[in-house]
Nanobody
């Protein structure tokens, strides 16, 4: 059973930075793909960034060049460094772990960017 717990969200002014962290339990972390998704009010959940077990990354066009996803397999952690934040980045951010047979989600954490 995989559990994911996000931290690091909060309120920040436009142009600022935040670093989200996601702590995972379970034994499959190093074998799993990881991702950060976000859901803004009234919108569907969307992909922000992913990282494969080999370390390859992919980003939504809207965050490319501003966000960086990384992982630490020894600590079972995945991070999302968010720079040059915009008001439109305001959303609940979710950590996702894609294992061989199932997908797990964190409870989500609020990020609010003020103008």
């Amino acid at each position: 059973q995989v559990q994911l717990v996000e931290s690091g969200g909060g309120l920040v002014q436009a142009g600022g930075s935040l670093r989200l962290s996601c702590a995972a339990s379970g034994s499959i972390f190093s074998l799993a793909g990881l991702g950060w998704y976000r859901q803004a009010p009234g919108k569907q959940r969307e992909l922000a960034a992913t990282i494969t077990r080999g370390g390859s990354t992919d980003y939504a066009d809207s965050v490319k060049g501003r966000f960086t996803i990384s992982r630490d397999n020894a600590k079972k952690m995945v991070y999302l460094q968010m720079n040059s934040l915009k008001v439109e980045d305001t959303a609940v951010y979710y950590c996702n772990l894609q294992g061989p047979f199932s997908s797990s989600w964190g409870q989500g954490i609020q990020v609010t960017v003020s103008s």
